[in-house]
């Protein structure tokens, strides 16, 4: 997830600062590198570098550019490294055309070969570039700006939104698939971004976009237009009243509620990209032939790994073996060899614990693969190949959104294992989305009722014991209860002494499952346990458990990545009824660089 702003003033001004301030509020979007573009007559000014915003702008005096259009942008790597020549905005081959994007074009890879081929001067690997020469090559070939941006758009495949301008023009042009798009409207100007809080301290006037539309600002009025017709769209501007803090949450609460709500989108961006991938092919090879496979994380990354090997034998019938990071080391970097591939995952892709085991895998000659959100990071350069969550930035120190896109990860990876149609995955995103429909307001009862409970397990079996880890591990970060995440078969081995009296228990129950679940429902309520199921609709779960959570139906693969949904609202609203904050937790941090 990037950020981009563009403004249309009436005359030229310096815009410097105010590209710069537009930039630093949107921060909370990326910040690998960032760039900033001003037009003035037949000129394009561009300066850009990695770096946070504060510190290029002053690098390279921002306050001094001028212009009557202007464009910034904060990156989010997912194509090509952090790095000078990859940040945005990019220029098309002769410099008079500029333009930064949001978002991810997957055919990235296909589509820079194309634009050599046809004599087009690509300076860098960013999937940004590629949309100002996607629509360089229409307005090569004598289209005017707007049917340019129309072609352009069906190039483009994935979801992205860009801002692009020209010299010699008085306009800047914008287009939404997929990504945010809002523009602002206010007195002698206009200006579009990614988001609105890079807009209110200008304007609270405002026309948001919706996908398939072209926006064109002058200084005194905005025109849009569809992408399959060309015909202009009508469309009353709104007043925004909420506060800048609201605005950057995204009108919820908390940075973790909005990313929770975030993980439907970021999961339809990884399949489109795991679609384009050059990379994925050549992945799975290696994984088919290697002698032993490795999942290798930590914490949270460590549960997807978990889950990841039951995909891998459940779809591939290829056994894994899934291991936390530290235990690598004495337990089977010994052992290992250049027959050998390993997966190693980290959101950060700093995780120390994942670096060192890395390391003593490479010792010993073996594969080593990556799966991170932070493009750039160690575990990125350090990996043979490695293919980015394309998350975004996630603020709240819990992870939600990066845990369910590495889950979506694997399971991809599975299916193409198996040679099964990647096309049945399309589903997850609208299926995550009907399950917080769903199961929000009871989540939030739950969370109310198990609140006085300090002491609770949360219980899965097969594909759905990850899941329960995961749940476990959500409750304990952020509400500081001891929430013990185990197989509910094991249970009855030790644990079940702790039930008393409406003692809380969670289970995560795949529809496969039900059985061995309704086992361990009867185990606990018969001695006065609150057992609360989080599954598909069943009968049996209905008949034994004190209460089901119903998420809806879909595969027996699906099913566990929409039971971890429930279990992360029930973590965030029990954490804010005692008070806490749930975007940062005591005693934690997002990123962890020591042993």
């Avoid at 301030?21 to 850009?48: C, P, W």
């Avoid at 991938?277 to 990354?301: H, Q, W």
């Avoid at 346990?529 to 009968?539: E, K, L, N, T, W």
Wanted: proline share 5%; charged share 20%.
């Amino acid at each position: 997830m990037c950020g981009i702003f563009g403004i249309v003033t009436e005359k030229e001004q310096p815009l410097g600062t105010i590209l710069a301030e537009a930039a630093q509020r949107l921060t909370y979007r990326g910040y690998d590198s960032v760039g900033a573009a001003t037009i003035s007559g037949n000129k394009v000014d561009l300066r850009k570098d990695v770096g946070r915003v504060k510190d290029v702008a002053v690098k390279y005096n921002f306050a001094e550019m001028s212009g009557s259009r202007g464009i910034t942008q904060l990156r989010w790597a997912t194509f090509g490294e952090p790095s000078q020549v990859n940040a945005q905005p990019h220029i098309d081959s002769d410099g008079d055309i500029v333009g930064a994007h949001n978002g991810n074009v997957v055919n990235n890879v296909e589509l820079r070969q194309l634009f050599l081929n046809e004599g087009l001067t690509v300076r860098s690997m960013n999937d940004g570039e590629s949309c100002v020469h996607a629509v360089e090559r229409y307005v090569n070939r004598g289209q005017g700006f707007i049917d340019a941006i129309r072609g352009a758009y069906h190039d483009l495949a994935g979801d992205y939104a860009f801002v692009i301008g020209q010299v010699n023009d008085d306009k800047l042009y914008a287009i939404k698939k997929g990504s945010g798009l809002v523009v602002g409207l206010g007195e002698g100007f206009t200006c579009v971004s990614s988001d609105l809080p890079s807009i209110l301290p200008l304007t609270r006037k405002i026309v948001r976009l919706n996908d398939g539309e072209i926006v064109t600002l002058w200084h005194d009025r905005v025109e849009l237009r569809s992408v399959a017709s060309g015909e202009i769209i009508a469309r009353e501007p709104e007043f925004v009243t909420e506060t800048m803090e609201a605005v950057q949450k995204g009108g919820y609460a908390h940075f973790m509620l909005k990313e929770v709500h975030e993980q439907a989108q970021v999961a339809r961006e990884v399949l489109h990209m795991l679609d384009g991938s050059p990379d994925v092919a050549g992945v799975v090879e290696k994984m088919k032939s290697a002698r032993n496979l490795y999942f290798i994380g930590c914490g949270t990354s460590y549960h997807a790994c978990l889950l990841g090997a039951v995909y891998f034998a459940q779809v591939a019938g290829r056994p894994v073996i899934p291991v936390l990071a530290p235990q690598f080391g004495p337990q089977y970097a010994p052992t290992v060899n250049a027959q050998d591939v390993g997966l190693f995952v980290s959101q950060s892709g700093e995780t120390k614990d994942v670096l060192n085991a890395l390391a003593l895998a490479e010792a010993r000659g073996m594969t080593c693969f990556g799966l991170a959100n932070v493009i750039g990071s160690t575990l990125t350069k350090a990996a043979a190949c490695s293919l980015p969550l394309c998350c975004g930035y996630e603020i709240s120190v819990p992870a939600t959104k990066t845990f369910t896109n590495q889950v979506v990860s694997f399971l991809y990876l599975a299916y193409r294992l198996a040679g099964r149609d990647t096309a049945e995955l399309d589903e997850i995103p609208a299926l995550m989305e009907q399950t917080l429909e769903m199961t929000f307001a009871q989540a939030e009862k739950v969370a109310a009722e198990i609140n006085p409970w300090n002491d609770l397990y949360c219980l899965g079996y097969g594909a759905t014991y990850p899941i329960a880890l995961e749940g476990a591990l959500k409750l304990k970060e952020i509400t500081y209860a001891h929430c013990e995440g185990m197989l509910s078969t094991e249970f009855k081995h030790g644990p079940l002494s702790a039930v008393t009296k409406d003692y809380p228990i969670l289970f995560a129950a795949g529809p496969n499952d039900i059985p061995l679940i309704v086992s361990g429902l009867n185990e606990v309520t018969c001695r006065g346990a609150r057992a609360i199921a989080i599954g598909q609709d069943d009968s049996r779960l209905r008949a034994n458990a004190s209460e089901v959570i119903v998420i809806p139906d879909s595969t027996p693969e699906i099913a566990p990545l929409l039971a971890v949904l429930p279990l992360q609202l029930i973590s965030y609203h029990m954490s804010v009824l005692r008070g806490y904050d749930p975007d940062f937790p005591r005693n934690l941090s997002k990123t962890l660089t020591v042993d």
